[in-house]
T-cell receptor, first 112, second 114 residues
Framework: DVKVTQSSRYLVKRTGEKVFLECVQD?????MFWYRQDPGLGLRLIYF???????EKGDIPEGYSVSREKKERFSLILESASTNQTSMYLC???????????FGDGTRLSIL | AQTVTQSQPEMSVQEAETVTLSCTYD???????LFWYKQPPSRQMILVIR??????QNATENRFSVNFQKAAKSFSLKISDSQLGDTAMYFC???????????FGAGTRLTVKP
């Protein structure tokens, strides 16, 4: 079974801090994704990556950046956290093209 | 851009009964994939069922089946013999053919009552 591991289940940070959310997958998947999940809005794509050092903006990239230095690891960075970034963040991975995504447990991030 | 609409924010069903969750989508593509994901209270999203648009036969996975109406752009999920463990958020998702990313609906919170 695919295992997607997010480094924290709960995280509390202060406004203005630089925040790192880490995600690791163990199935050699090419694609990795970061979503935020908010009530009534479903999952919205922040960034995705289809290969090492490659990244594509999703629907809501503002205020976020990503890093993929190794195939198994995809990091989401909040450069200067703000209260409107309080949310649930989900990481996913998949094989290329037409394949379903496999999700981690999520990180509930609170920005105070 | 593709949009996915789930018009039922919350639903409930009695244990052992059948429930149908609705999903509609908007696309100009002719070939694509549709998915239903389940997110139990423990939060990990898991794939329930997948449908390829070029296949007319509705997908089935045990107690879960879909009613795919391509012309109407409708993709509903039927859960038969509902169990307490089916209590979860259910998300409908769309993926264009030869693509990597999905678009999700807002979700339906399903509660199965004993």
């Amino acid at each position: 079974d695919v295992k997607v591991t997010q480094s924290s289940r709960y995280l509390v940070k202060r406004t203005g801090e630089k925040v790192f959310l880490e995600c690791v997958q163990d199935m050699d998947h090419e694609n990795m994704f970061w979503y935020r999940q908010d009530p009534g809005l479903g999952l919205r794509l922040i960034y995705f990556s289809y290969d090492v050092k490659m990244k594509e903006k999703g629907d809501i990239p503002e205020g976020y950046s990503v890093s993929r230095e190794k195939k198994e690891r995809f990091s989401l960075i909040l450069e200067s956290a703000s209260t409107n970034q309080t949310s649930m963040y989900l990481c996913a991975s998949s094989l290329p093209k037409n394949q379903p995504q496999h999700f981690g447990d999520g990180t509930r991030l609170s920005i105070l | 851009a593709q949009t996915v609409t789930q018009s039922q924010p919350e639903m409930s069903v009695q244990e052992a009964e059948t429930v149908t969750l609705s999903c509609t989508y908007d696309t100009s593509e002719s070939n694509y994939y549709l998915f239903w994901y389940k997110q139990p209270p423990s939060r990990q999203m898991i794939l329930v069922i997948r449908q390829e648009a070029y296949k007319q036969q509705n997908a089935t996975e045990n107690r879960f089946s879909v009613n795919f109406q391509k012309a109407a752009k409708s993709f509903s999920l039927k859960i038969s013999d509902s169990q307490l463990g089916d209590t979860a958020m259910y998300f409908c998702a769309f993926m264009k053919h030869n693509n990597n990313d999905m678009r999700f609906g807002a979700g339906t919170r399903l509660t199965v009552k004993p």
